[in-house]
C-alpha cells in the first residue's frame, strides 16, 4: 500500500469519528517511521519552521465545521496549529489587516470577488503556487476565472463555497404565496414594523433598495430612490444584525418574522425544526467566497492548508456542515445527497443562474455608498 492510500484511509477514518486525533497522528506518524515514507506534510511538520497559521472567517457554525473538518485534521497532519479567529464585517477585518504587522494575518474566508480586488489593489495579495494546490483543478473553473481576471491570472485565494442572500421568512406569519408575491418588497412592507430585520452591510442594504426601486443593483440610475427606500426599511426594522449567530438567533427566537439572509444559515434553521420559508427574488444577491492568502505568510505551509481543505472529503464535509454549496465542480466530483438539496446549488457547474456583484462598479462607489449608509444607519 502507497503511504498516500495509507493516509487518505486514516483520514477517512478519522472524518468519520473512528480515530481520535491523538490516535490519527500517531498513526500517520508510525506509518511514517515504519515504511520509510513521508506524509504529505511531512516537510513541514519535521522542520519546524512553520508552528501556527492565522485563519480568520464568519464564526459560528461556519467556524465549527471548519475544525472538525479540516483544522484539527490538518493540525493531526503536520503539527502546524491554525489559529482560528472571527470577524464580523467585511470592512471591520480589512481595517485589522492593514493596521497589523506583515505575517500577522495569514488567510481568510473573504466574500466576493469585490473583497478580492480590494485586497489585490492594495498590494496585500501573494501569487500562489498553484502546483502545491492540485486539488484546485477541482473547483468551478468560473469561480476561479473571476479572481484570475483581477489579478493578471494568478490567484491569491482558492474559491471555496457560494451562496445567495435572499429573503428568509417565519410562515407561521408570512405564507409562501406573499413571499413570492411581493419580493423584495417583503422587507419594507409597514405590516410587518418592528418585526423586520436587515444585515447592517451597506452593500446589502443599497442591494436591495435597487430591487425595492425596480432597478439593477449592478447599473442603479436614481441612487436617491434606493436611499429613500433603505430610510424606509430601517424605520420598519426592529435592527440590524451584524453576525450569522444573531441572525439565526433572531429568526428562532421569533424577534423578527423577516430578513434578508445567507442561504446557508436558513438552512440550518430548517435542520433545525424551524419552519422558515427562504427565497431568491429575480436578481437576488449572489456570492462567492474565497480563502485568501494574505502578503507575508508562509506560503508553502498556507497552501499545503488550501490543498487540504480543497480535499474533497474535507470540502463536502466542511460544505455539509457550514450548508453552503462548495466549490468543487459537481460535473467531476461527486457531491453526495445533501449539497444538491442546498440553497444555490448549481448542478450544472456554471453558476448562470446567480447574480454576482460588479466589482468595479461596487467598489468604484464604495467610498461614497459606505459613508452614505453609515449616515443613514445613525438616523439620517
Known sequence: MDNTTRYQRLLERYQNGDLDRRSFLGLIGAAGLAYGVQTPFARYANAQEVTQVRFDGWGGIVSEAFREHAFAPYTAATGIEVVDGTFGGGDEYLARVRTSQPGEYNIAHLSGVFDYARYHNLGLSVELNEANIPN????IPALSDAFRAISGGSLSCVPYDYGTTGIAYNRAYISDEEAQAQGAGLLINPDYTGK??????????????????????NNITDIEAVWDAVRQHRDLALRYWTSGAELMSLMAEEEIHVT?????RIFALQEQGHDIGY???????????????????PMEACEELLNFMLEPATSIAVA???????????????????IPTLPAFDPTGTLSGLTFANPDYWNGNEQE???TFSRVQRGY
Open 136 to 139: 484546485l483543478q477541482l473547483c
Open 196 to 217: 423586520i430585520g436587515g444585515w447592517a452591510d451597506w452593500r446589502t442594504r443599497i442591494w436591495y433598495g435597487a430591487l425595492q426601486t425596480g432597478q439593477d443593483p
Open 260 to 264: 434578508e439572509a445567507w442561504s446557508g
Open 279 to 297: 427565497i431568491d427574488p429575480p436578481n437576488g444577491f449572489g456570492w462567492q467566497e474565497c480563502l485568501f492568502v494574505i502578503a507575508g505568510s
Open 320 to 338: 455539509e456542515g457550514q450548508n453552503y454549496p462548495p466549490a468543487l465542480d459537481p460535473t467531476q466530483v461527486d457531491l453526495g445527497d445533501k
Open 369 to 371: 455608498w459606505s459613508e
